[in-house]
């Protein structure tokens, strides 16, 4: 990434002081640390893998690719395309609605801060279209429609957000469990060739390839909705 303000833009997309919400989600990691089945960091790390393997590699990763592509191209119906087959294929309705609220949070600060015809059109579908035919705004697609606009490489944008969903389910993990700093920086980097892995597994997907299989996130998911007592929203 040759671009210095491109670079600067990927490195405020991926600040964890963004404020978009990312930090109320754990992806079910909280359930998974109330059925004991995450009690240390190896388990953790074990755990992310499978996300990143089975879930967010070949769902939001490849959502993500597509919208970024079609942003370049100034094509909103296939970014419009690619957020709604990504809520299509989750199952987890926490998953969902996590996912729209800090979709529609990170497009609404986009435009606050800058003047882009392609995302204010897409921010004003997201708001209008309510029904179930709509539009989601899920985060992955607007990552990849925001990134796509600020110049910041696909490639980049998918690590971005591989570093930004790993660092953040570290972080829901040392609040649940009260895992050590140094642990979580370790299983940080001995995850870096896993998500380098998720990124080139997304490369050759087509839409219909959207494909995330991960059944007991899905149980534990469904589990921490009807929970009495929750930290996080997912």
Same mark, same amino acid.
């Given at each position: 990434?040759?671009?210095?303000?491109?670079?600067?833009?990927?490195?405020?997309?991926?600040?964890?002081?963004?404020?978009?919400?990312? %930090?109320? #989600?754990?992806?079910?990691?909280?359930?998974? *640390? /109330?059925? +004991? &089945?995450?009690? $240390?960091?190896?388990?953790? =790390?074990?755990?992310?893998?499978?996300?990143?393997?089975?879930?967010?590699?070949?769902? %939001?990763? #490849?959502?993500?690719?597509?919208?970024?592509? *079609? /942003?370049? +191209? &100034?094509?909103? $119906?296939?970014?419009?395309? =690619?957020?709604?087959?990504?809520?299509?294929?989750?199952?987890?309705?926490?998953?969902?609605?996590?996912?729209?609220?800090?979709?529609?949070?990170?497009?609404?600060?986009?435009?606050?801060?800058?003047?882009?015809?392609?995302?204010?059109?897409?921010?004003?579908?997201?708001?209008?279209?309510?029904?179930?035919?709509?539009?989601?705004?899920?985060?992955?697609?607007?990552?990849?429609?925001?990134?796509?606009?600020?110049?910041?490489?696909?490639?980049?944008?998918?690590?971005?957000?591989?570093?930004?969903?790993?660092?953040?389910?570290?972080?829901?993990?040392?609040?649940?469990?009260?895992?050590?700093?140094?642990?979580?920086?370790?299983?940080?980097?001995?995850?870096?060739?896993?998500?380098?892995?998720?990124?080139?597994?997304?490369?050759?997907?087509?839409?219909?390839?959207?494909?995330?299989?991960?059944?007991?996130?899905?149980?534990?998911?469904?589990?921490?909705?009807?929970?009495?007592?929750?930290?996080?929203?997912?």
């Amino acid at each position: 990434m040759s671009d210095p303000e491109a670079r600067l833009a990927a490195f405020r997309l991926a600040d964890s002081a963004l404020p978009v919400g990312t %930090d109320s #989600v754990s992806y079910a990691v909280e359930q998974f *640390a /109330a059925a +004991d &089945r995450v009690t $240390d960091a190896d388990e953790l =790390a074990e755990l992310v893998e499978s996300y990143l393997r089975r879930q967010f590699g070949p769902a %939001d990763l #490849v959502a993500l690719r597509h919208a970024h592509t *079609a /942003a370049d +191209d &100034r094509d909103l $119906d296939r970014v419009v395309a =690619a957020d709604r087959r990504l809520t299509a294929t989750t199952m987890a309705a926490e998953f969902r609605e996590s996912s729209e609220r800090t979709g529609e949070r990170l497009l609404s600060l986009q435009t606050e801060l800058g003047d882009d015809t392609l995302l204010d059109a897409y921010a004003e579908r997201v708001a209008e279209d309510e029904t179930a035919a709509g539009v989601p705004g899920n985060y992955a697609a607007v990552l990849g429609a925001v990134s796509a606009r600020e110049g910041v490489p696909v490639r980049e944008a998918c690590l971005l957000a591989c570093h930004e969903f790993v660092t953040a389910l570290l972080q829901a993990t040392q609040r649940l469990i009260g895992i050590s700093h140094t642990d979580l920086q370790r299983v940080l980097d001995e995850l870096r060739p896993v998500m380098t892995a998720a990124v080139d597994g997304s490369s050759d997907r087509s839409l219909d390839e959207m494909e995330p299989f991960a059944p007991l996130v899905d149980v534990l998911s469904a589990e921490h909705e009807r929970a009495d007592r929750r930290l996080f929203l997912s």
